[in-house]
Structure formats: structure tokens, C-alpha cells
């Protein structure tokens, strides 16, 4: 296995770029979809590690030489992934199928999951704008004490997040709280809904 040096693919073709706070690494992707993947494993807690474009590998197919690069190597819960992000259209002809059939013996052997994810699973109802939102709060600290004083403030415990807002200022406190809050976990949230209309607890 060769490792890869992601570059820019052709003068048409955009590469777009990320921060991971699991790496403490600057990380490059090829497309949208790769980059709001990365978003949803950078905040998936089961995720203990992950990096793209991780390596290079040549494989037959008959006698017929490829080479491949996996999209992403991902640590689950203790297992090894290697996943390729492909939008589900391109994932229903003959030829991708047997090349992901060929790929999955060859790094079974080498002790790897091989996974194909869609948008199917990237993209569900409006998470993956919210987490793209989000994303840019984990560069912050954890607001902590700010947290305990909404905590103290309030009788209750929930809210959607534009009510919240709205009453931040009131209590001497930053409408920005919620997202920095619900980046670092210390409200929870259904992230599938609109980002106003999401209910945060804490």
C-alpha cells in the first residue's frame, strides 16, 4: 500500500478543506459529499479516528490491473472501515458492483471493513446543514460555565432553538451559546430538524 497525496484532480474539478479536532489535522476532500461525511464522523461519537485518502492499493480484476484509493479509513466502535462515499446513482451499475465485491475480499484480508456510503446515509432530512453549522464551534472552547448559568436562570430544561436565542440576551448571555453548547455536547439535539426549529435540552 502507497500512501496517497490528495491533489487537485483536473482544473474543473473544486477540492474543498477541514479542520479535524479527532486528528488535529487539516484534511482535504473531492467533493461535497466526501466533506459532509467528514462533518457527520467528526461529530459521531463512536467514531474514535478517521483520515481521507488514506492509501493507494493496486488489484486485478481478471487480468486487468486497478489501482484504488479508499475515500476514508474510519475506526468504529473498534473496527477498521475502509469506506468509499459515492452518490447512490453511481453505485447501481455492474461495473462498480464487481469492483466493490473484488475490493471487499482484498481488504478483508488485510483486516478491513470495506463500506460504500451514500447519501442515503450522509445526508438525513437537514443534519448534514446543521453539523456543517456547527462544525466551526468545536475551534472553541467548551462553554461550561455559561451553560451552568442558563442552567441556574431557567426553570425548565428545553426549548427549540430560536425561543432559546431570542431569550439568551435577556439572561446576560450569547446567542451563539446554543451552537458552541450543542457542538460540544452539552445540549443535546434532533440535528434532523431545521436548525430553528431544533429542540435542545440540557
Not at 462498480?96 to 442515503?120: A, C, M, P, W, Y
Request: hydrophobic fraction near 35%; include cysteine.
Amino acid at each position: 500500500m502507497e500512501n496517497r497525496k490528495l491533489v487537485k484532480q483536473s482544473p474543473v474539478r473544486s477540492s474543498y478543506f477541514g479542520y479535524s479536532t479527532k486528528a488535529a489535522s487539516v484534511m482535504a476532500f473531492e467533493s461535497t459529499l466526501e466533506e459532509d461525511y467528514y462533518h457527520l464522523l467528526e461529530f459521531d461519537e463512536s467514531v474514535q479516528y478517521f483520515r481521507p485518502q488514506p492509501f493507494t492499493q493496486a488489484y486485478l480484476i481478471g487480468q486487468k490491473r486497478h489501482v484504488y484509493t479508499p475515500d476514508f479509513q474510519v475506526v468504529q466502535d473498534g473496527v477498521a472501515y475502509l469506506d468509499e462515499v459515492k452518490p447512490f446513482r453511481k453505485t447501481l451499475c455492474h461495473e462498480f458492483q464487481r469492483k466493490v465485491r473484488r475490493l471487499t475480499k482484498l481488504f478483508s484480508d488485510d483486516g478491513f471493513h470495506f463500506r460504500v456510503i451514500t447519501e442515503r446515509e450522509i445526508h438525513l432530512n437537514h443534519r448534514h446543514h446543521n453539523l456543517r453549522y456547527l462544525r466551526p464551534n468545536l475551534g472553541f472552547s467548551a462553554p461550561l460555565e455559561e451553560v451552568e448559568r442558563l442552567r441556574e436562570a431557567l426553570p425548565f430544561r428545553q426549548s427549540t432553538v430560536l425561543a432559546l436565542q431570542e431569550m439568551l440576551p435577556g439572561l446576560g448571555l450569547s446567542p451563539c451559546l446554543v451552537g458552541r453548547a450543542v457542538a460540544h455536547r452539552l445540549m443535546q439535539a434532533d440535528l434532523t430538524q431545521p436548525w430553528p426549529d431544533v429542540v435542545v435540552s440540557w
